[in-house]
């Protein structure tokens, strides 16, 4: 009985020893509120140029844009405040909060029709083929630390999202790598889109944000005027 | 929509390891407590956990479906505007239960806390209640996509999920969020909002939250009775129940549209399952006046802001 006691007191000892050990080197901090300092209603992609659509893309993308403009189809994120999907939601210009809680999730809250994302840690990725009848607007996703870059996969998308304001479309096959990294004051999240029903490669997008511990996230209803957002670049009044 | 309450997942065995385990952690917890600064006074954050404000009787219960999406009564005072019993209100539980039609909700505006209202509110939910017995505009602003207010947003019975950190905690339900700001005063005049400014401090194993500063386009139950700009809630959770329960104790005052302050309590139940995450809503997704029966359109955006 008393070994048994032993045992369990020196286990406790090397478990609270491994967390503080932890601590020293504990994850990386991504927590915080961030807010981008620029908007752009275009993917712009790392190294420039178009979006590399193939033949269905270019076909869906035209017949989005011309629907988008005659009204025959809505953007419904903007419209009644669905949520954006990725890209389309890191690109946001309002704020947005990471968390990293509960254990073993990082948490981000986005401003914009308080979208949430949840990114499960340490866990495989889903196979698509389990998440047919579960696809969503963001996606499932999980993520590990590499570093001090936090590394976030998604997939099982609906295809009722655009990847931008301008409607460029994705298939529900997607999916999406992301690191995400903090240097200093700022958080910048690279995003590779693999999409080869409508793209013939893998391309890159690449968000920055500053750290904003002056700004508290706001009440977000579909049909408000909301907090300025003259600060952030490229945002154009439609 | 029905939650069940899943099975405790541990064997009866592994209890007492489970003790060890969890007193390791404590220890564990306090080595690196200086990570998290402040001391949480009520932890309801943990992997899996969520609250759910209703969960499904395993035996036939009226008395349990009743609080499908209800506040319940205080102990002594005046309480929530409940339903007149000429039309007594049937939720879908209810209607489940007793095998019966569901129906929309039609105000008492005769009892006590009726007649707490004052007179342009008894005039609104009385035009409102003529609606309803017409057949029209019976579904709950909840329902039709909007804000919900405090303390409305309580009402949903789906699960609660809430995010705990030194400053702040959010409140995660049906696809909406409230923050609580800890240990800081209000803000001189906020900005008014649909869930106001939030602020909080435990007490002991209570956390106490305040808030003011409400825009006035909600309603403070699903019966759509109105409030001002002047509404102010006072929220009070803790866990009963050796932890099961989440208690949220309610009081509300609004010197703009009740005589005397009213209380309440909604009442959110412990789910624990390992996949039960927080997840996404798109409440506005195909929810349309499908059978024209003079539904609140859900909130539209005629020009985005960018």
Known sequence: MQRGVFLVGAGCALIVAATMAHS????????GTYWATSYSAKLNLVGGGDPPLNAAGKAAYDKIKARLKDGSLLD??????VPD?????????????IFQTPEGQVTMLFEMNHQVRVIVMDRPLPKLEGLITDLRYNGHSVGHFEGDTLVVESIGFNDRTFLDATGLPHGESMSTIERIKRTGNQLEDVITIHDPEFYTRDFQVRFVYQLRIDVRLEDYACNDTHRDLSSVRGVQRR | MIWKNEADPLPKGSRGAFALVALCALLATDARGADTGAPVGLNLSAPGVAWAGFVAPRESNYQVARTFNDYSNPSTGI???TDDPAHPFVNNEVAREMNIQPTYRVADLTNEAGKNLMPWVQEALKKQNEL????????????RCWETGVPAFHLNPGPMHIIQTPKEVVLFLAGRSRHIWLNVPHSRNPKPSWYGESVGHYEGDTLVVDTIG????????SYRTPHT????????FRLIDN?????VAFTVDDPGAFYKPWSGTRNRHRVVNPNNRLAESACAEANDDYFNIGLEPVPTTEKPAF
Do not use: I
């Open chain 1, 76 to 81: 419904k994120a903007r419209r009644v405040c």
């Open chain 1, 85 to 97: 999907g990725v890209p389309r939601v890191m690109a946001s210009p309002y704020p947005f909060e």
């Open chain 2, 79 to 81: 309480g929530p505007v």
């Open chain 2, 229 to 236: 700009d002047k509404l102010h809630v006072v929220e009070r």
């Open chain 2, 132 to 143: 309803v017995l017409r057949g029209r505009n019976g579904e709950s602003r909840e329902a």
């Open chain 2, 243 to 247: 932890g099961n329960t989440l208690e």
């Open chain 2, 214 to 221: 409400f825009n006035d386009k909600t309603f403070v139950d």
């Open chain 1, 24 to 31: 020293a080197g504990a994850p990386p901090d991504v927590s």
